[in-house]
């Protein structure tokens, strides 16, 4: 009996409408059905959006008007499966829910959408989406941030991993989605059920988030997939564009008057002191290299480090310390780590305006080609060795393809490690999660 799948991961990017969308959906499922792939996994919120940078006009004890416009757009983008708020169940999944008259199905049609793509190409599909009404199917235990504004809590009985045979092969998948994968617990909780493909669709775009997979598939001892979206802020929805093209000329720090310009962010220190983010086109900033080409649906790009050499005897930059005569004091940026840098007064004074006219022009956002989201999805088998990626800077619906996987890696990696068996210690420890079987699957 076989054992080997070929697997991948779409780093597709949602388009301005929810039929684009599954246009661009179908066209890559098509291309991975004919490069042979048995399951695709799509990013996290593809269909319906993820609202990157948008704050929907809140603040602690404030809602605006605009921010109210900002939710009506993001809810007309969502998604309607036909299922009931607090979730039909098997009802929803047998199609026994009522239909309106005149009407074919329940919902917008996007679940029938999908599932006419999956069933033309034969080509496993998971998808992201937001919905309208939760129900109960797998949704976010924890959104994160700025999301719970937005997202609501789902339940943790949506944990259950689901089981299929693919080509004779007998899969156990799970899903964690975005920073759930940063709960141990919730990671467990997957472990217990006997995974052993682990799906991590994302929206963080760091270079933290590879280490964190590797990790995951050493614990688990399961392939994983983690796909996440690349997108440039000029693909962004219109609606989050011009929101946050008037921020960034409008925003301003009342206490102690400091302005946040467009190419970096100065927050006072202990005068006469301050951080200093620069944008990467400033000056002689360190420049991000450019990525590598490659090939829309084989591509694998290993990004090279970033050099930070410039001297900070080299580089002078704006401080928002002022002389008496309301010129400002040139400084020293210094580089630190992450790719900060700390900015220290220097001597010489320098004419705002001027200095405002060379930051404005070297912005790189001013045109909208700078990344939102520079992608970074990826491939990692059992023992936490990277099969493809991570891929950074392709956002046009790039396939990363794990060719011919032999599922059977799973169990041998538990010769040494299987932390939801043998190495549990079920004796001592134990893991109890509400509403949730952790029994593997039948």
Avoid at 71 to 88: N, V
Avoid at 245 to 256: D, I
Avoid at 353 to 368: F, L, T, V
Avoid at 402 to 423: K, N, P
């Amino acid at each position: 009996m076989s054992n080997f799948l070929t697997v991948a991961v779409s780093q597709s990017h949602t388009l301005p409408t929810t039929s684009a969308t599954l246009s661009a959906l179908t066209s890559t499922a098509q291309e991975a059905a004919r490069q042979g792939v048995h399951l695709l996994l799509f990013p996290e919120a593809y269909l319906g959006g993820y609202p990157r940078t948008c704050n929907f006009g809140a603040a602690v004890g404030s809602r605006s008007d605009e921010g109210r416009e900002q939710f009506l757009h993001y809810f007309h983008s969502a998604i309607d499966l036909g299922d009931t708020p607090r979730g039909a169940g098997d009802d929803w999944v047998e199609r026994k829910l009522e239909v309106a008259k005149g009407q074919k199905y329940r919902g917008d049609g996007t679940r029938e959408d999908l599932e006419n793509v999956a069933r033309e190409t034969g080509v496993f599909l998971v998808v992201g989406l937001v919905e309208k009404a939760g129900g109960r199917k797998r949704r976010k235990v924890m959104p994160t941030g700025s999301e719970r504004l937005v997202w609501a809590q789902g339940s943790p009985s949506t944990l259950r991993a689901v089981t299929t045979t693919i080509r004779d092969v007998k899969l156990i998948l799970a899903a964690a989605i975005c920073w759930e994968n940063y709960m141990p617990l919730l990671r467990y909780s997957l472990y217990s059920q006997n995974v052993n493909l682990y799906l991590a669709p994302t929206a963080d775009a760091r270079d933290t988030w590879l280490p964190l997979m590797r990790t995951i598939a050493c614990e688990s001892r399961a392939y994983v997939l983690s796909a996440n979206q690349c997108i440039r802020r000029k693909h962004l929805p219109p609606w989050i564009r011009s929101s946050t093209s008037k921020e960034a000329e409008n925003l301003s720090v009342s206490n102690g008057g400091v302005k946040l310009r467009n190419a970096s962010s100065a927050v006072n220190a202990e005068e006469p002191q301050e951080y200093k983010i620069p944008s990467s086109d400033q000056g002689a900033l360190p420049k991000t290299p450019e990525p590598t080409p490659v090939d829309k649906f084989h591509g694998v790009v290993s990004p090279s480090p970033l050099h930070i050499g410039t001297s900070s005897s080299d580089i002078q930059s704006d401080s928002p310390v002022k002389h008496r005569n309301g010129r400002r004091r040139s400084s020293n940026l210094m580089p630190i780590p992450d790719n900060h840098f700390l900015a220290l007064p220097g001597d010489s004074a320098v004419d705002e305006s001027e200095e405002r006219q060379n930051i404005e022009s070297n912005d790189p956002s001013n045109d909208g080609n700078d990344f939102a989201s520079r992608g970074g999805s990826c491939i990692i088998d059992p023992t936490g060795n990277v099969l493809q990626g991570p891929l950074w800077e392709v956002e046009d619906g790039g396939l990363l393809i794990a060719r011919d996987i032999d599922f059977e890696d799973c169990e041998r990696g538990r010769l040494d490690l299987d932390v939801a068996g043998s190495y549990s210690r079920n004796d001592s420890f134990e893991l109890k999660v509400a509403g949730l079987d952790l029994n593997p699957p039948p």
